[in-house]
């Protein structure tokens, strides 16, 4: 079997999506969906492919098999549900939506159509992570008691400076924490093979004062099996080394670091600015200290390290053709979610919140889809 692909918004994921589907074979057919001009004339002239300004009538076509989701946040539940209820595969880029409403509508389309539907965190899908993943399931670093991440992001003009800017607002994308960091909650929850049971966050008020979300944030969350985990986040001017730039139409040649720690009980892992990963162990000949047991370097183009989209809708298009579930169940992604906007309540309390507790306080959505 080949598969129709519908890209709906050609942005910078969007137009990435399109570029990664040149080189999948099983991808015979690609359209694109995009109502400003000059970002589909620009698929057009770079792809070759056929650009609608009309999402709806791409969906319904019966050559398209899947739907990869690329639009601003605030539109994701209503085309996600419109490909869902006719019948199409879903591959829907993060955030699941831009409210916690929003993505209850989407599961409960999904759950009532029985829909493929796989969230874009294609981080899993990536070197530098999938690395640490296998070596924390080899059992050299014990269970996971501890994750820290600093990211530091440049902020992109093209939020503030576009027309149809939108990720700044925070009604319309979701707030800070759902955009940008909701990979790496996702990531702290596959380590430690367990779910985040409290959040507690801190941050000051916004930088940039024209920014209508948290620019600055610190999010501590807490696991079902006692893990405990802390994501640093500022929009700041980041050192970046010229291999590492930005790309695409959005960050082109803005900065991006990080640094990632894992403690485990028998060790730890260090993930320096995507391109090295050390192994720590604890015992050395009878004495506990820390020592460098293996140190793994990478050369591999940065969104293959630590962004492969490339491969994440390869496989997605496999599970497809070959009627196999999301490698990600939609139950687990929308959880991710469910602690992104418990920690902007978090924020807005400034207090730790109980999902659980959270949960139960949170009024039922309406019914109807």
Known sequence: MSLGLAVIGLGARGYKTVRDA????????????????????????????????????????????????ATPNDRHDEVACA???????????????????????????????????????ECRYSLLYSKAKELVDSGRVGGIRNFQMNY???????????????????????????????????????YTGSLINEVDVFAADPVLSYFKTTDTVHVGMRTENGATGVITFPFCRASTAAEDQSEGIDGAGTGYYFDHTLIGEKGSLHLHDSRILDLF??????ETRPYLETRHEFDEDRLKLVHNTHDELADVVRRVIDDEPPSLAPSVAFQVFEVCFAAEESQRRRGSVRLDEWRAAKPKPEQSS
């Open 281 to 286: 162990l604890y015992d050395c000949d009878g």
């Open 83 to 121: 490909a869902m209820n006719a019948g199409k595969a879903v591959l829907l880029q993060k955030p699941m939506a831009h409210s916690i409403d929003a993505c209850r509508r989407i599961m409960r389309v999904q759950e009532a159509t029985g829909a493929f539907l796989q969230i874009g965190f």
């Open 22 to 69: 040149v080189d999948i074979p099983e991808i015979d057919l690609t359209i694109g969906c995009e109502p400003m001009p000059d970002r589909a004339q620009r698929a057009r002239d770079d792809f070759g492919i056929d650009v609608e300004s009309d999402w709806a009538s791409v969906v319904d076509r019966s050559d398209i098999h899947l739907i990869y989701v």
């Open 152 to 190: 530091f992001s440049s902020l992109w003009p093209v939020w503030l400076e576009h027309p149809e800017g939108w990720k700044w607002l925070a009604e319309r994308s979701g707030g800070l924490i759902a955009e940008k960091l909701s990979h790496y909650i996702d990531l702290f929850q596959w």
